[in-house]
Each structure stands twice: as structure tokens, then as C-alpha cells.
């Protein structure tokens, strides 16, 4: 095999940072909708990050203590240090071992180990960190990894927040040329608001780190502020969709042109949601699922029109379970095509896990005579499930003991037999 240069190893030029990247102001909120898909690849624990002081973190994280480091020998095994020192498991060491069978003994990669556990990554982190990038053992953790935690450190990032970079980065943080982005990053912490919400988008695009700020990421937010959306609506658009703003300045203002077209307001909230859609398909497709809903729905021109200015998200659902819906809600509920269209927010919910646990709830409360039979359907789809178990399952205990057990049980996608009706 090749000797692997030193300079390779501790990461090369600056073109390593997109090497694998894909294309995808303050105002204190957090993103949750979307979080809950899309956790971080590794967990990082609060309690082990490291007490790094911010006046010298180059001195603690090379001086503390590694919580293993490998014993003194005269042949250096590189697969059985990365079961044994570094915690990957079978068969992980056998694919991350080839990338470093030129180190001839444990020095560098116990001084990395050393680094990290400074820094607060845990023995799992750190083991998912070294299968999914085995070089990074072969940093220069002076030279390279230290100055990087403390430019980060100076601009206010905590060493919980540097851990978490360190996994979302992996092979870009033993890239010397990280540094030259730590202006980017301050640009990038004023415009999410918290140094949270620019790693939650970095996590959905790392490649945002690395786009061109003057030449791509400042037009298109020029061009949002020119759609009348505030500070905090564009940084929670660019919070869960942060590949918009690495997108071609020319292809990015065509996707506005497109989300207006649909007929959504700029400025309004839903302007958003119409870009978050239009950026996953081409012209031709939104042109496509548009006639799709007006098929699957009986829709006429001006009613799909309506209900994809009032719900552009439904774009993004598939022709499967929009027919689904559509017999659901025009067949099983008896709403008409009409109707729904004036209410299409209807259909940006899960079928199984609320539109029909909710139709049978209320059916059995009005079938029982616990609830007028002229309540709308739509208005008990709309509540969060607090509210819902609040105003409808919760007051009628006494009068329906099952109600909740039988209730849950259909949001798990059975049918109780008491809401079973003739």
C-alpha cells in the first residue's frame, strides 16, 4: 500500500472540506418539528464535556487525561487498538484498519484520543467518530486540532457546542484550513440566533460551512428579505431547510419566481413552507403532483389552486398517500372535495396516527350522545394531542371508561370494536 503523507493524513488542502458535501437574526426560538427526525448521529452528554476554561483551551485539552491509552509494546496492531482503545466493534476495525496501516505505533493516535476526551466526547462518540473517519486519528493536535477548538472557543462556542461540531465535521475539523471559516461561522451564529440552531443546520448540511458567503449565501438571503420574510422567519426556514442557502443564486431566485407563482403571499408564513417544497422538485414535477391532486381529489382548477396556496407542504406527500386520504376523507368521513380544499391543512396530517384515530373518537362520542352529531370534523383534527385528550377524551371518563385505553389503541393503527359502528 502507498505511504500516506503526513499532510494527507491530517487532512489536506481546502478541497477536502466539500470533498464529501452534498447540496443541500437572533431572536431565541428553537426548531422542533423537524428535530425530531433528525437527531445527531452521536449523543453527546452534557455531564462529560470536559470543564475547558475559555482563557487557555489549548493548554487543558492537551494536557487532560485520556480515559484510555494504549499500553507500551513493540508492534502496533492496528485493528486490535481500534477494538480495544478506541471502542469499534466487529466489523468496523477491518474497513477503518486499511486507512491506517502506515502507522507504525500508537503515539499520534493516543494524543488525539487524549484531545478528545478533553474536549468531552464519550467513549461512544468517539468510537462512531473514528469508524466513520479513521484518519482523524492522524491529526496534529497541536498544530491543527487545538487551534481550532480555540477560535471556536473565541467566538463563543461552549466545548459541548465544539464537541458536537467535532462529530457533525468529522474529516473537515482536522482540516487546517477550518480556520479560515471561523468568520464564517460568527456571520452564520448572528444569522440563526444561537450556536443550537447554526448546528442543527449544520448537522443538515455541513455543506453550508464551506459554500460561498459573499458569492451564494448572501444573495439568496437578500433575496428572502426581499420576499418580505423577517429576521426570525428566515432563520427558522434556514434552520430546517439550511441547503437554500448554499443553493445557485440563478436556481434559488426560479424557486422564489415558482413559490409565487403558487399564489402563497410573500411574507406570509406559508411562503416558506411553498420554497421548503418547490427545492425538492423540478418545475415539470410540481406541474405533475398539481394535476395529481386535482385528480385524486375531484378537484377544479380554481380549488387546487386554492388548497396549494393554503398548503404547499402537501406537495411533498406521495401519490400513495394522498389516494389514501382522499378515500379516507371523501369515502369513510363524507366530506366533500369542496370542503376539504377550503381546509387542505386537513392533509398535511398522518392518516393513521391522527385523522382516523380522531374521526373514530369523535364518532363514538357523537354515537353515544357525549357530543352534538353537528360538531365539525375539522376542528378536532386541528388541536395538538394534548388539547385533543383534553376537550375530548378526558371529560367523558365516567361516562366512557375506554374511551382513552380504545383511543390510543387506534393511534397504533388498530380498531377497537367499540368504534366499530353499523
Known sequence: MPEVTEAAADGGEVGELGADAGVEAGCGWSVDEEEDRLEPDTKLSRASVFATSHASPVRH???????AVSPIRTSFAVEE???STCGLTRPQPVKASAKLSHLKSPSKPDAVLTFLAGLGLSGADVAALIAKDPLFLCAKVEKTLAPNVAGLTGLGLSPYDIARLVSLSRHRFRCRSIVSRLSDMHYYLTLFGSSDNVLRALKRSFYLLTSDLEGVVKPNLALLRECELGACDIAKLCTSRPGLLSTNPERFRGMVACAKNMGVPCGSGMFGHALHAVACFSKEEIAARVDCLKNTFMWTDAEVAIAVSKAPLMLTRSKESMQRSSEFLISEVGLEPAYIAR???????SLEGRLRP?????????????????????????VSNNDFMKKYICPHKEAAPHLAEDYAAACRGEVPARFIFA
Open 343 to 349: 381546509r387542505p391543512a386537513v392533509l398535511t396530517y
Open 358 to 382: 380522531r374521526y373514530y373518537a369523535v364518532k363514538f362520542l357523537k354515537e353515544n350522545g357525549l357530543l352534538n352529531h353537528d360538531r365539525d370534523y375539522y376542528s378536532p383534527v386541528l
Open 81 to 83: 487498538y481500534l477494538v
Open 61 to 67: 485539552l492537551l494536557t487532560a487525561a485520556a480515559p
